[in-house]
């Protein structure tokens, strides 16, 4: 119900937005930045800290709702790539991360424990000692070997480790209330790592997922900057001959006068003089070696004469190719607006589950925090 102002805060070296806040409320200031963070304002009445209206620290906010409106949201395509290409190494860090933590004996033996239900009086039973109700670290070893075939032959250094860290009287031995209090702690270790390691893959599937949605908008951005800058090269800078088109339908010249009023001698043909300077006369926007260039490309035998009827045909079709060249202009245009639309549209799905995964980060980080 407050009447509320929204800013976007943003790291200094990274223009890419972390997050939105409310700078004020009601009319009045709510936000100060002290020491570099930001804390409710003086002025704001909203009480947080410290008495006498000195500003309190901002709590983490319960709720998550985003003040970006679509028009805001705009990526060019390095940052839709570089988005994509964050979104699966953070898949393939927590992916790796998960391999690496499953792989210690601690999770590995745990799991087994879990998996397969047996007991610590279970579990003394198999060894010589199981009458006096110990265990001792060489047995320990050859045991852990046994129910963690994974772990192969490689150091003891990990499994004593373990083993002296069950030891709770350090005695050199395991008796059946030490094997009792690890079984149960590792196998409640072993269920809140699987707990963890499904929230985990999700959310990794879930930024693989986003990528995809990325790689959508990337390729839809990728469509319409092209052809935007065809377009845009098009109209910015077209080929004299194309110039000499516009000129002459914008001024919806009759070709056949204007050239007859070139030949001033009357003999039937244009000389490269006679051409370079009615052309200038006529307005085009060239330079003298752009306009040349046009006379000899016209003058395709290289004779130094252009005929009457050559020229009235080469201006005739220019303007008929202009016609055609304003048609595929408009059209491109329009295709080009057509593409920017569906380019904003799969840009605006990447952000908001770009936002969606930043919310989810600050939520589990707010969660540990507890």
């Known amino acids: ?153 490689s150091s003891n250094n990990e499994v004593d480790a373990l083993f002296e860290s069950w030891d709770s009287d350090k005695s050199g031995m395991l008796d059946i209330a030490e094997l009792r209090a690890a079984f149960t702690r590792m196998k409640e270790q072993a269920r809140e790592r699987a707990a963890h390691v499904v929230k985990r893959r999700e959310k990794a599937e879930r930024l693989r997922r986003h990528a995809e949605v990325t790689a959508k908008a990337e390729a839809a951005t990728q469509a319409a900057e092209a052809l935007e800058a065809e377009l845009k090269e098009r109209i910015e800078r077209p080929p004299v001959e194309t110039r000499l088109g516009i000129l002459l339908v914008k001024r919806n010249m009759k070709v056949g006068d204007m050239v007859a009023k070139w030949d001033v001698d009357h003999d039937g043909a244009i000389d490269k003089k006679e051409f370079l300077k009615n052309v200038a006369d006529l307005g085009l926007e060239a330079s003298a070696e752009e306009i040349e260039a046009l006379y000899i490309k016209i003058d395709a035998d290289g004779s130094g004469q252009l005929e009457v009827p050559e020229l009235v045909m080469f201006m005739k079709k220019n303007q008929e190719m202009r016609k055609m060249e304003e048609e595929e202009e408009k059209a491109m245009t329009k295709k080009a607006a057509e593409r920017r639309k569906l380019a904003k549209q799969a840009q605006i799905a990447a952000f908001r589950e770009d936002e969606s995964d930043e919310h989810q980060q600050q939520k589990e980080e707010e969660e540990a925090c507890i």
Do not use: C, M
Not at 50 to 58: D, E, M, V
Not at 135 to 151: E, G, H, Q
């Open 1 to 153: 119900g407050d009447i509320a102002t929204r800013v976007q805060v943003a790291l200094r070296d990274n223009s890419k937005p972390k997050g939105w806040v409310t700078a004020q409320r009601d009319g009045e200031p709510f936000l100060d930045i002290v020491d570099g963070e930001l804390r409710r304002s003086s002025s704001s009445g909203g009480g947080g800290g410290g008495g006498g209206g000195s500003p309190g620290k901002l709590g983490k906010s319960k709720g998550f709702i985003s003040a970006v409106d679509n028009t805001d949201i705009s990526y060019t395509l390095e940052e839709l790539q570089a988005l994509r290409q964050r979104q699966l190494d953070s898949a393939e860090e927590i992916e790796q991360n998960l391999d690496a933590e499953g792989a210690g004996l601690a999770s590995q033996l745990g799991d087994t424990l879990l998996n397969s239900k047996l007991t610590a009086k279970d579990y003394l039973q198999d060894f010589e000692k199981a009458d006096k109700g110990v265990i001792s670290k060489s047995d320990f070893r050859k045991s852990v070997r046994a129910l963690v075939p994974a772990l192969g032959t």
